[in-house]
């Protein structure tokens, strides 16, 4: 039986099972206690019994008026806990955190090849809402897609109506402005 919990502070010292992996985006020890310490309940850790992670998801709540929302920054599950629904539990789980803040859509960007993870988003009610060009730096630059999914305060689903040109990273504040 999984349990979810909120990550601590120990956890970041054991969870190297999960970030070694080329899906996953991996950041320094710095940026994971800033979230830890500014957003404590955007962040949950799936436990199996035995006490080994099998996944997290860490998130935040950003944006003003009608862009209020929570944002996904990392969800990854362990290669030996794939295709066991535990992504779509935590996601489950950072979309009501959003709710109780009154957010009107959850966010994540995505890279644009990543199709498996696409597919699961786009099962999980997720639209693609826009293309940022070059947004994942590295040997050859990435696109990302900014997949989003309207929550309960959304009642016209504005926050969802797709862009149709892609944008620019240097572009993203202006465009959310709009």
Do not use: C
């Amino acid at each position: 039986m999984t349990t979810l919990r909120p990550f601590t502070f120990d956890d970041l010292f054991k969870f190297n099972n999960v970030n070694l992996d080329p899906l996953t985006e991996t950041y320094g020890m710095s940026f994971y206690t800033q979230y830890l310490a500014k957003w404590p309940e955007y962040f949950q850790l799936a436990e199996s019994p035995s006490g080994q992670i099998m996944g997290y998801i860490m998130g935040k709540v950003e944006g003003r008026q009608h862009n209020w929302h929570g944002h996904v920054t990392a969800l990854t599950v362990s290669p030996d806990y794939r295709r066991l629904g535990l992504a779509a539990l935590l996601m489950k789980f950072l979309e009501d955190v959003s709710e109780k803040k009154r957010a009107y859509f959850v966010d994540l960007f995505v890279r644009k090849s990543n199709q498996v993870a696409i597919n699961m988003y786009t099962n999980l009610g997720y639209i693609i809402y826009r293309t940022i060009l070059d947004y994942y730096a590295g040997d050859e630059d990435e696109d990302a897609l900014d997949m989003r999914k309207a929550l309960s305060r959304d009642t016209k689903k504005k926050s969802i109506i797709p862009y149709t040109q892609p944008v620019r990273m240097e572009d993203l504040h202006e465009a959310d402005m709009q």
